[in-house]
C-alpha cells in the first residue's frame, strides 16, 4: 500500500540525492530508506532513480516527482484543517428553507453567536422536505423550515408569520392588467385577465404548498399555478407579463413590477424552527434554547 512515508523518501531522495542525507531527514536510517524506494518502485512499477553515478532521477522519476509533492502538499493541508476543526470546537449546523430573505436568513443563523454562542456556525438553504430529513438523520442540528409540514418526530418551535408582497407587472388597468391575490380583480366593471402565481415545486413543502393555494382560492375562485424554480424565476415571469409572485423578501423587485402588501386575503410566510430532540447534545449543548434564539431573530424581522 503506497504510503505517506513512501512519498517522503521519494521527494527527500529526489531533493538531496544522497542516500544517507535524504534518511537523516525523514528520520530513519539508510536501510530502511532502501527499502522503502524499492517498495515504491514496486508499487508504480517504474524505476524512479538511477544509482549506478550517484543518485538521479529517471525519466519517470522527474514525471512523478511533482505528483508526489502535491500529494504530501494535500496530506498536509488535510492534517491542519482537522487540527483547526478540533481546535475551533462544535459547529453549529442550521438549515434554511429558501423562502427565508437572504437578510432574514442572516440574522437568524448569526442570532446564536450574537447570544454568546462560541460555535462556528455553517448553513445551507434547501427545501423544507429535505431540511425536515437532514435534521431527523442529524446531518443539521435544527431548520427553519416553512409551516404546516409533518414533522415525524421531530420537535418545533412556534409559528412566526412573514408578511409578504404581491408582485404584479406594471401597467394601467384594462384587459391586460394582472390578478390580485384572489385570483381575479374587477376594473371599470369588467372582469380582467387572470394571470397565474407562480410557486415553487409542490413536493418541496406540501402541505404549506396546499395552506397556500386553498388561501388564494378562498373566495371561491379557481386559481392557476406556475411552477418556478425560485422566486428570481417567477420575478422574470412577472417582468415579462405572464405572472403574479408572492414574496416575503421586501428588496424584491425589477423594473415595471409593482409591489404591494398581500393583505386581501393575508398570505403570511409561516415559519417554524425544527431539531430533533433524540439527538441533542450533541453539536447543539440545548438545542431547544437555540431555537427560542433563532425564532426571536425570526420575529423581530417580521416586526420591521
Known amino acids: 500500500m503506497l504510503t505517506e512515508r513512501h512519498l517522503e523518501i521519494f521527494v527527500a531522495l529526489a531533493e538531496e540525492e544522497h542516500f544517507g542525507t535524504a534518511a537523516q531527514r525523514v ?21 524512479l532513480f538511477e544509482r549506478e553515478r550517484g543518485v538521479f532521477l529517471t525519466e519517470e522519476g522527474a514525471l512523478l516527482l511533482p505528483h508526489a509533492r502535491r500529494a504530501l502538499a494535500a496530506l498536509a493541508e488535510l492534517r491542519e484543517t482537522g487540527a483547526r476543526e478540533h481546535a475551533d470546537g462544535r459547529r453549529l449546523r442550521l438549515g434554511l428553507a429558501p423562502e427565508v430573505p437572504a437578510p432574514l436568513a442572516a440574522d437568524v443563523a448569526a442570532a446564536p453567536v450574537r447570544a454568546g454562542d462560541r460555535a462556528r456556525i455553517s448553513t445551507v438553504t434547501a427545501p423544507t422536505a429535505s431540511l425536515l430529513s437532514d435534521v431527523a438523520s442529524g446531518r443539521l442540528d435544527l431548520a427553519v ?23 404584479t407587472p ?34 418541496e413543502a406540501p402541505a404549506a404548498h396546499d395552506l397556500f393555494v386553498d388561501t388564494l382560492a378562498s373566495r371561491g375562485r379557481r386559481v392557476e399555478t406556475v411552477v ?77
Open 27 to 47: 528520520g530513519i536510517t539508510q536501510p530502511p530508506l532502501s527499502q522503502g524506494l524499492r517498495r515504491l518502485e514496486a508499487l508504480l512499477g517504474v524505476r
Open 145 to 167: 423550515v416553512r409551516h404546516p409540514s409533518v414533522l415525524h418526530g421531530l420537535a418545533a418551535g412556534q409559528v412566526v408569520l412573514l408578511p409578504t408582497w404581491i408582485l
Open 170 to 203: 406594471a401597467g394601467p388597468a384594462g384587459p391586460d392588467r394582472p390578478a390580485d391575490s384572489s385570483g381575479a380583480a374587477e376594473a371599470g366593471g369588467a372582469a380582467v385577465r387572470r394571470l397565474p402565481v407562480a410557486v415553487r415545486p409542490r413536493g
Open 228 to 304: 418556478v424554480a425560485d422566486e428570481r424565476a417567477g420575478l422574470a415571469l412577472v417582468a415579462a407579463g405572464q405572472a403574479v409572485l408572492v414574496t416575503a423578501d421586501e428588496t424584491l423587485t425589477a423594473s415595471r413590477v409593482e409591489r404591494r402588501r398581500a393583505s386581501d386575503p393575508p398570505l403570511p410566510l409561516r415559519l417554524r424552527v425544527v431539531w430533533n430532540p433524540r439527538r441533542s447534545g450533541a453539536a447543539s449543548e440545548d438545542p431547544a434554547a437555540t431555537a427560542r434564539l433563532l425564532e426571536n431573530a425570526l420575529a423581530e424581522g417580521a416586526a420591521r
